[in-house]
């Protein structure tokens, strides 16, 4: 079920970068599914998650507003589309799953079970 994510490149402040995580497991069907990010120096922090059979999403402050996630179930694929992008927002990106029952929508790492291996997302100035 480990995860593999796409997207990350440099992009200017301001701009647009979609990220996507697929996983290969055709009898996927997790709980959730989130996105975290780690800047050097910084711990993982919560960026965004969704439930994956209803669809709701959770958004940590920093990105509300800005960064969208959404899922496609057919493709056991989820997306984080990141708008008006900010230097703060370089860092590696990481896609986790949840696939236990636990408080996935709290945006806790350790509420979740894999982990894929980051993508780095650079936004220069």
């Known amino acids: 079920v480990r995860p593999v994510e796409f997207g990350g490149r440099l992009v200017q402040a301001g701009g647009s970068l979609r990220l996507s995580c697929a996983a290969s497991?055709?009898?996927?069907?997790?709980?959730?599914m989130g996105w975290f990010r780690q800047a050097p120096g910084k711990e993982r922090e919560f960026v965004a998650a969704?439930?994956?059979?209803?669809?709701?999403?959770y958004y940590a402050e920093s990105t509300k507003g800005r960064f969208t996630i959404s899922r496609d179930n057919a493709k056991n694929t989820v997306s984080l589309q990141m708008n008006s992008l900010e230097p703060e927002d370089t860092a590696v990106y990481y896609c986790a799953v949840a696939v236990y029952e636990s408080k996935w929508e709290t945006g806790i790492p350790r509420e979740y079970d894999y982990w894929g291996q980051g993508t780095q997302v650079t936004v220069s100035s």
């Open positions: 497991d055709r009898t996927f069907s997790p709980y959730g």
């Open positions: 969704i439930s994956w059979n209803i669809g709701t999403a």
